[in-house]
Every structure is written in structure tokens, then in C-alpha cells.
């Protein structure tokens, strides 16, 4: 008797910021289809051949409430519908006070140009991924230190509200080893201006991780790293209170929680 296609996430309680794995218990399926807050899911086939998967999230700033989670599978001569409500939770994330220097608030118009020329290179950079997952097995924490339960705060620079904070701080002191959370290729590796030393590498279908921040840079832009590769030294370069890294995982434009990424059994799905 041929199983019918189920599909389930995990964690089963979503909230604003939350990486979601999405599974879909389909083995007859030739492809699927999907679509989740206004952006395309990427479906693979996990390490059974069987089972299919999608590495997803809600962004830390998306609002409370009920959304539609959309999902199609095709088969060779039918279709399943298995498109569901996702109760999406409110992340209660705090407002933290910070002083830095003032052209990190208020900078002037060289730097404004600066800013807007990153921005640019940033949205190019992001626009394109690999068409297959690069990552492979669960993500690893990129640095050997403490962490600060800082993502999703409300940032109050100098007294004025400027971000929501968007990744994970780890306490690094400078020279500390930063190393890749997974496997990937790395889209950019330079200074920018509120980032500092930066690293970005594309983990394949819209996923990228971003380490901040960093003292030295090692790697190259166009050079494929291994999990746990070293990929600099970190630092205290750019907006910053004092050294640490700050690590981000971006999805499709949305920014997760990394420590939750880092919480999730990734081992059957690739």
C-alpha cells in the first residue's frame, strides 16, 4: 500500500526568528513545491532517499499570527496537497543599551556614501545562491567561547533606537579562531563599514552564515570551506563595543536564531 505524503516541521512551535526543518514523508514523489511567508521553499531529497526536506525560518521581525505554510508534491500522474496553518509566535526578545562612537550613529557624507555602496554589493551578494544545499550534517559553532543571549534585542545606540539585532554575539577575545559552521562557499570576504572584517558564506538554496567583526580575514572570495575551516581571527573591527564575533544566519533575506540552527538535528536530511 502506498504511503501517503505527510508533512511536519521541526520545532513544532514556530516563533519569530525560529529555523524550521521541514519534512515531508513522500518517497514516490518526483517533486515538490512550496512557498511560506512570501518566499519559495528549495525541497531536497534527504540522506533515505525517501524523505524529503527544506532548511526554512521566519525572520526575528516578523509579526505574530497565523500564516500559510504552502506545499505540493508531485508524483508521476497525481498531485497531494499538504499546505497547512503555521501558528507563528511572538519571540519576546529585550532592548539593549549600547555607546559606540558617534559616526557609527550619525555618519557623515563620505560615510553615507560608504554605507550605500555596501548595501548594493550586499544585495548582489545575497541574490544569488547555489541551486543545490552545500551544507551537509548539523551546523557548528564558530568560535570555541561564550555566547550572550543577544539575538532579536532592540539595539539603542548612543540613545537612539537604530537595529534589531539580527545575529549571535559570542565573547571572543581578539585572535580567537573563527571558524565556518558548515560547508560552503565563500561570497564575500572584505571590510565593511558597520560589519567590519566580514565573511559570508553560501550554505546552498538562500542560506548563508555572516561572521562580523573579525581582527584577520583568511579565507578568499570564490573559495569553497569545509565545516570547521578557520575563516579568520576575530576582533573588534567596525560597530563595536569591544571584541567578539558576531555570527548571523540569513535565510532567503529573513534572519534566524543561531543558536536554535545549532540546536537542530540536521543528520537526516543531508
Known sequence: MTQAPAAALTPPFVEAGSPELIRVEAP??????????????????????????????VDVEAPSGVSVLRIVVHNASSASDLSQRVVIHPGNYRTGKLTVAPKFVEPDSDALAEIQAEQKLKEKIFSVSSPEPLWAGDFRAPVTAQSTASFGTRRIFNGKLASVHKGMDFRARSGTPVRAGNRGLVVLARPLYYEGNCVVIDHGLGLFSLSMHLSRIDVKEGQQV???ER????????????????WAIRWQGAYLDPEKLLKLDLSSAK
Open 28 to 57: 514516490d514523489a518526483t517533486s515538490i513545491d512550496g512557498e511560506w511567508l512570501g518566499r519559495k521553499l528549495e525541497f531536497f531529497r534527504g540522506r533515505d532517499g525517501k524523505t524529503w526536506f527544506a532548511l526554512a525560518g
Open 226 to 228: 569545509a565545516t570547521g
Open 231 to 246: 575563516v579568520g581571527l576575530s576582533g573588534a573591527t567596525g560597530r563595536v563595543t569591544g571584541p567578539h564575533l558576531h
